[in-house]
């Protein structure tokens, strides 16, 4: 009498190959790389140091539609190879794969990000020049120099530009409107009166009037390029979440070209022993 064995079935959930999305990671990589120094040479390439007027703005659309441009087609790439790399005919999975490789990519970038921003920020603390503060005026417009010039003036000569930085409190505090403030520390820190402290404010009233004007410009500017640049990451970012998605499907449907899966009816097995 037969016996026969009732087993059941466990259905088999395809899981995420790691060792496939790292491939694909360093895939994406080395494409990106690549794009970026073609981005770099068309770029130098196209940029006349002689002309009068540089082009900031068309050199500004041309990086930006780049940098999409590079995340899109590494990642598309990046998921494709990941899904190759895995070697299994499932969609789904190829889909998470490139998707995961999209992940990937975007923690290593913002590590990579913040460590830079760190290591700049920190190498401007260990700096023993000028504060942050000078450093501002130093490289804005001409009044803020001008502001600088004068508070620095006003100053006695053991205290320009020491370890207190005097000066960069009362441009600050002058750039706030803090009137009292400044008048407070110059004071302090000189052998002045009041009131010639008092009559060198108003007679500076006008140089801080303009460069608050420009500071403000400043400001506004900045924060005009800084959500420029966070709108173009956020565009990036989507757009290469798409195409790593795309590319992990397409690299499962094509899967077959890459390992030689072909079937075609009517043609003999020729992988047997020669009879």
Do not use: C
């Not at 360093?26 to 082009?55: E, M």
């Not at 921003?117 to 001409?142: E, F, K, V, W, Y």
């Not at 207190?164 to 600050?172: K, Q, R, S, T």
Request: glycine residues 14%.
């Amino acid at each position: 009498m037969a016996v026969v064995y009732d087993t059941p079935a466990v259905p088999h959930h395809p899981r995420i190959n790691w060792r496939a999305v790292f491939a694909g990671w360093l895939v994406a990589t080395g494409i990106a790389g690549l794009l970026y120094v073609a981005g770099l040479a068309f770029g130098f390439a196209a940029l006349d140091i002689r002309a009068a007027d540089v082009p900031g703005k068309g050199l500004g659309i041309g990086t930006a539609i780049w940098v999409v441009l590079t995340w899109v087609v590494a990642l598309f790439l990046g998921g494709m190879f990941a899904s190759w790399f895995d070697g299994h005919d499932d969609d789904t999975a190829g889909t998470l794969h490139g998707v995961t490789v999209w992940g990937l990519s975007v923690t290593t970038t913002a590590l990579w990000l913040a460590l830079g921003l760190g290591s700049m920020h920190g190498g401007r603390h260990d700096d023993h020049g000028p504060a942050p503060m000078g450093m501002a005026a130093a490289a804005g417009g001409n009044n803020l120099v001008i502001l600088k010039a004068e508070v620095d003036h006003l100053l006695p000569r053991d205290q320009r530009g020491g370890g207190d930085h005097a000066e960069d409190v009362v441009v600050g505090a002058l750039l706030a409107g803090n009137v009292d403030t400044a008048r407070t520390v110059l004071t302090a820190s000189s052998s002045l009166d009041t009131t010639t402290v008092s009559g060198a404010l108003d007679r500076l009233a006008p140089v801080v009037a303009r460069a608050q004007a420009e500071a403000k410009d400043r400001a506004d500017r900045l924060a005009h390029y800084t959500s420029m640049a966070l709108w173009i990451v956020f565009f990036s970012g989507f757009l290469a979440l798409i195409a790593a998605a795309v590319g992990g499907w397409a690299g499962t449907v094509h899967i077959h070209r890459i390992y030689h899966r072909r079937r075609y009816e009517g043609r003999p097995f020729r992988g047997g022993p020669a009879i």
